[in-house]
């Protein structure tokens, strides 16, 4: 694993740095999390991961271990490896362990990966020792915004009688299933594929307009 694109995420990288301004070239400490958002089983035991846009990728994987969640009973969070050496934190807030990942097994499947914060510090149950291992350093060597929540409020939007969570307040879920995303993986490449051709590179962060969502591309050293 050695370049990745990746959503700041809500707890944003260098947690104990108080500037909150990324440039390219800046050298940056996070803790990778993983969002899947379609899994299936795997016959075939073999990592891989490819990128399709923006923070999105389709990837092979196996959760390694599981931490029990402190809200709800027979519900846990894992810890997810792609690569041997690249291993990142997968929130579960709600589905039980019956009916979910299986530690061991391999799957295949799409998901979303971003930054997260330390787990260990806001649940018990997460050592804090196996936070520490999955930390990363890298160096952003692209900044640039992801441009489906702008095209979503111009072209979408208003076609849409209600979303996911509100009635009128959109979220980023409700933006990728309107490019086709929940469906079909492969029709929701072709849906946002001249999105890629558009792409503006940014040497800082603060050059992006206010609100907008930025991805970041990071070389792990």
């Known amino acids: 694993m050695k370049s990745i694109h990746m959503a700041e995420g809500m707890l944003t990288f260098n947690p104990a740095k108080e500037e909150k301004i ?8 996070f803790y990778p999390q993983i969002t899947i958002d379609y899994y299936d089983l795997s016959i075939i035991k073999e990592p891989y991961m490819q990128h399709v846009i923006y923070e999105i990728y389709r990837f092979r994987f196996r959760p390694i271990a599981r931490y029990q969640n402190d809200l709800h009973k027979n519900c846990y969070h894992y810890l997810i490896e792609i690569f041997p050496d690249f291993k990142l934190f997968c929130f579960n807030w709600t589905k039980p362990y019956k009916s979910h990942l299986k530690l061991g097994q391999w799957y295949e499947g799409h998901g979303q990966i ?17 936070m520490k291992r999955i930390f990363k350093t890298g160096i952003i060597t692209g900044i640039y915004e992801t441009l489906l929540w702008r095209y979503f409020n111009s072209d979408m939007r208003h076609k849409i009688k209600s979303f996911r969570y509100s009635e009128d307040v959109a979220c980023y879920e409700d933006v990728l299933d309107a490019f ?9 490449n072709k849906n946002v594929s001249k999105y890629k051709e558009k792409s503006v590179m940014f040497n800082s962060s603060d050059e992006i307009p206010a609100g907008a969502s930025i991805i970041f591309c990071v070389d792990i050293v």
Not at 22 to 29: A, L, N, P, S, T
Not at 180 to 188: H, K, R, S, V
Request: contains cysteine.
């Open 114 to 130: 971003r930054n997260c914060g330390n787990a260990a510090e806001c649940n018990v149950y997460i050592p804090s020792l196996i």
């Open 22 to 29: 990324f440039r390219v070239g800046d050298v940056i400490q």
């Open 180 to 188: 086709g995303y929940a469906q079909n993986l492969d029709e929701f």
